[in-house]
């Protein structure tokens, strides 16, 4: 310990050494504070040119699409119920099988039917065998009461016989035509083409005519439609392109995208537009009808349905980011001799990313896509690859 601290008393040797540790951090601080003062400062990002990335203006055909909202809808559904009553036999179709008009499904026990059958013919046939026996006397009575041999009533009377029967017969006649189309309905075949469901009767089961759920249902899945809205506001250039594809002979396209957009699903065409605007939503109802031949569109499905209503033939287009939005207007900025210039737009219809530009570009010019926060006119800029 030095000699002069061990003079001092307790309490002025620890003055003294706070004095001593306060005096060396004061020669730290001024000299850490002058060397930082000598140290040259960093370089201003702000200042110096301004990094971007530009796209160029092209000149393309530009198809103009209305998005909506839709869902899938089978042109036709048949639910198959049984016309006669019987005891199931036979079912000759797969759960989810494809079916054409015409094929056979299944078969009810058709022994009561041919039963009823028989007997119509039967009756029929006596009934013939009884007709025939009237005419002959109606011609015999006919030839005696030209010699005065009979009565007149005696023929007429004959003659009602002979009307009756015949009326008898066409009755009999009828008879026999139901009772071989109640045969006929113990084959029940598919009313329509499509796509069968689940089956909802097992066989032996007994099954009738007022059966509610019936055998299976039948969707038509080829072709198939798609039901969807578009807002009131865009009405008029809907009916304006279809009426234009109509005098043309030709259809809007309609594409079917998935749930997210990101898959196209089926192509097809606009078929009918609805007559009415529904006044709760302020909608209009469209459909739109495919082929589906792949079966890519599942009845209810939701789908997002774009109609192209105008394809701009030569359009200068460029990403609608690019686009800014000031008191000028809309602009964007296009690079000159390494220098950013501001350049005033007439934007025209978009679709997706891209927006059509009806004045002042010209195709091939350079466009700003990134790092327009940090520009202005006549700004330093270095586009970046």
């Known amino acids: 310990m030095p000699d002069f601290l061990a003079r001092l008393s307790p309490g002025q ?17 001024f000299g850490f504070r002058e060397a930082e003062q000598k140290r040259p400062p960093p370089p201003n990002p702000w200042m110096g040119p301004t990094p971007v990335h ?19 809808a089978p042109l036709n559904t048949v639910t198959v119920r049984s016309r006669v009553d019987g005891q199931l036999l036979r ?3 797969e759960e989810g099988q494809q079916v054409k008009a015409g094929d056979l499904l299944a078969e009810i026990d058709p022994a009561t039917y041919k039963v009823r059958l028989a007997q119509a013919e039967g009756t029929l046939q006596e009934t ?13 009575y006919r030839r005696l009461l030209t010699k005065n041999s009979i009565a007149k009533q005696q023929f007429d009377k004959q003659q009602a016989l002979v009307e009756q029967l015949r009326g008898t017969l066409k009755n009999h006649s009828a008879q026999l035509d139901d009772a071989r189309l109640q045969l006929s309905y113990t084959r029940i075949t598919a009313p329509i083409s499509g796509r069968t ?13 007022g059966d509610a759920e019936g055998l299976v249902t039948i969707t038509q899945t080829q072709p198939i439609a798609v039901m969807f809205t578009i807002p009131e506001n865009q009405l008029v250039a809907v009916r304006g392109a279809y009426a234009s594809a109509q005098e043309h002979k030709s259809a809007l396209r309609v594409e079917a995208w998935d749930r997210s957009e990101q898959q196209l699903l089926a192509t097809g065409q606009l078929t009918t537009l609805d007559n009415q605007i529904d006044t709760a939503t ?33 359009a200068i287009t460029i990403p609608a980011d690019a686009v800014q939005y000031g008191s000028k ?22 679709e997706g990313t891209k927006v059509a530009v009806l004045d002042g570009l010209v195709e091939g010019e350079q466009v700003v896509l990134e790092g ?12 970046m690859e």
């Open 197 to 209: 469901g689940l089956r909802k009767v097992d066989v032996g089961n007994l099954i009738k005519t």
């Open 329 to 350: 207007g809309t602009y964007v900025y296009t690079i000159k001799d390494n220098k950013a210039t501001m350049r005033v737009l007439k934007l025209g219809a978009s």
């Open 91 to 93: 079912i000759l179709f």
């Open 128 to 140: 013939r065998a009884q007709l025939k026996n009237a005419e002959e006397d109606l011609a015999l």
């Open 282 to 314: 302020g909608t209009l109802k469209l459909k739109a009808q495919f082929d589906n031949s792949d079966d890519s569109l599942f009845p209810n499905q939701f789908v997002n349905a774009r109609l192209q209503v105008q394809t701009l033939s030569d």
């Open 13 to 29: 040797r620890w003055l003294a050494i706070l004095a001593l540790i306060i005096a060396v951090l004061a020669i730290w601080f």
């Open 54 to 72: 530009t796209v160029t203006a092209t000149k393309e055909n530009l198809n103009v699409h209305i998005k909506a909202i839709g869902s899938v």
């Open 372 to 383: 327009l926060d940090r520009l202005h006119e006549g700004k330093d800029v270095k586009v």
